[in-house]
């Protein structure tokens, strides 16, 4: 089974079941098959060959649904990129692949175009909309044909289905090597416990370019469910309002998304009755918004879960122990072993705190063409020859064995030579009532070696100042924990995936 065989097969079984909603546009699956044939076929055409980088500059679309399908069925290599990425990193990346062609949006030419100019081995531009005609390489996006035909490209599940590449919290973003067993291996582990079912209505308003998008619109359209594409979650009452008229059963969300939904005005007049399941990856939900999400819809699932582009998924909480276990993400997912080592590399027990190392089907093959970073993630594991992924992120366990992020190892503050873990000062700051997004940093301090410094978002009109937090947080942390300078921001800076850039603020 190779990553695009499930769609496929689900096509020819329920052709005109409902596929994609996309605002006024509706497409059947033997509609959206019929468009992934037709890409797949002029890919061909453009000389697109079996492990080729095909990258996917694409908005949350139809035509996104439809490229990285046609992109898996050429045999070529599917790689996504988030539609704001300036030109400067497009044609990085472009350069970085070797890409030999593009699948994008007219209306993101001020981007794509100068990248086309400076990458000399991508021989065809297919563009959704109308072609700008400053490039002999661009062509038109091809219509849905249904007699084009349909072929199987020679793979195996062990050729690369996708390079993802790194949000870029730190250095240079790194492409994530992921074959069609990785991919299908962590869709089998997801889905086990989620449990998504064909009747389902996933609201996906999370961009498709990263894992955690991308990943429910294959699983969505792998089971013969219904996705309702929007294009942002930059409007919340537009996306309140699709999803109440679409009766959206799944949606998958970040802190952001839920709090964006939640903090709207009058937000009891959406029926969104129809939700049963709640998914939360990206960044860490604060327990102040798991409780206000479960007071929102009482009927609906809570899942908390860890993941990172290197495995997509690492952990999730069930829901039946949100309450036991607060702040946790879980344990392992199906299929696979993981652990906690100290700095030394032993094993820990239940109860420790370490980095977290993952073994399983899921795991990358590492980052592309750049073997020094590979061997710093990827390290030999219990059995010969095998590899295991060191995540780079530190957690401690309790007695049954339930995660408890702590932070990134970059991340980890050390102030009066104690070390502090910024999520558990930002987890305090969050039971204010008022604050909406929260960051904590270390920045240097000729007498503390570095100091906490807090930057925090509010609701408008809380009336919290800088006095107030610093106050709260002295209440509930050890001193040398609470800030000891706190800046109110209109936005804290983030990654396209969603997470914070800590190091953008430090």
């Known amino acids: 089974m190779l990553l695009h065989h499930a769609f496929e097969q689900t096509a020819r079984r329920v052709p005109d079941k409902l596929a994609l909603v996309a605002g006024a546009q509706r497409l059947t699956y033997s509609e959206l098959h019929h468009q992934v044939r037709a890409l797949a076929h002029v890919l061909r055409e453009d000389g697109v060959l079996p492990g080729d980088r095909v990258m996917l500059v694409l908005e949350n679309t139809p035509e996104f649904a439809a490229a990285v399908h046609a992109v898996l069925a050429a045999g070529a290599v599917a790689v996504p990129i988030s539609p704001q990425t300036k030109k400067d990193k497009l044609a990085f990346i472009a350069s970085d692949t070797r890409a030999t062609a593009m699948l994008t949006h007219a209306q993101l030419a001020a981007n794509w175009a100068p990248a086309l100019q400076g990458a000399p081995a991508l021989r065809s531009c297919r563009v959704a909309g109308r072609l700008t005609g400053a490039d002999a390489r661009e062509r038109p996006w091809p219509g849905a044909d249904a007699r084009a035909p349909e072929f199987e490209a020679a793979r195996i599940d062990q050729d690369l289905a996708a390079l993802i590449y790194t949000s870029g919290t730190t250095g240079v973003p790194k492409g994530a090597m992921l074959t069609h067993l990785n991919m299908v291996s962590a869709w089998a582990s997801v889905q086990a416990y989620l449990g998504l079912r064909e009747d389902d209505v996933i609201g996906l308003a999370l961009p498709p370019v990263f894992s955690y998008g991308l990943y429910n619109l294959l699983m969505g359209l792998g089971l013969g469910a219904t996705v309702m594409l929007e294009r942002t979650a930059a409007f919340p009452i537009r996306l309140a309002e699709a999803l109440a008229r679409e009766r959206v059963t799944v949606l998958p969300g970040v ?28 960044a860490a939900l604060p327990e102040s918004h798991v409780q206000r999400i479960r007071a929102a819809w009482p009927l609906a699932r809570l899942y908390s879960m860890y993941g990172l582009t290197e495995c997509k998924r690492a952990s999730y909480l069930p829901p039946e122990e949100l309450d036991r276990r607060p702040g946790s993400v879980g344990r392992g997912i199906p299929n696979q072993e993981h652990w906690l080592v100290n700095e030394q590399g032993q094993r820990l027990p239940h109860g420790s705190a370490g980095e977290l190392v993952v073994r399983g089907s899921h795991v990358m093959r590492g980052y592309w063409e750049r073997p020094e970073e590979t061997h710093e993630r990827l390290r030999p594991g219990p059995i010969a020859g095998e590899n295991v992924l060191y995540t780079g992120d530190l957690f401690r366990s309790d007695a049954d064995g339930f995660l408890y992020f702590v932070a990134r190892k970059d991340d980890i503050i050390k102030t009066r030579g104690e070390k502090v873990a910024p999520r558990e000062v930002e987890n305090a700051i969050y039971q204010l009532d008022g604050v909406t997004g929260c960051a904590v940093v270390g920045v240097p301090d000729e007498s503390l070696g570095q100091a906490v410094k807090a930057y925090v978002t509010l609701r408008p009109g809380s009336g919290l100042s800088e006095r107030d937090i610093i106050k709260h947080c002295l209440t509930r942390l050890e001193s040398h924990m609470a800030p000891k300078a706190v800046a109110v921001v209109d936005e804290l800076p983030r990654t396209e995936s969603g997470k914070i850039r800590h190091a953008s603020l430090r």
Do not use: I
Request: hydrophobic share 55%; charged share 15%; aromatic share 10%.
């Open 255 to 282: 802190p952001t998304l839920f709090s964006a939904l939640l903090d709207l005005p009058n937000f009891s007049r959406f029926d969104l009755g129809a939700l049963r399941l709640l998914t939360n990856a990206a």
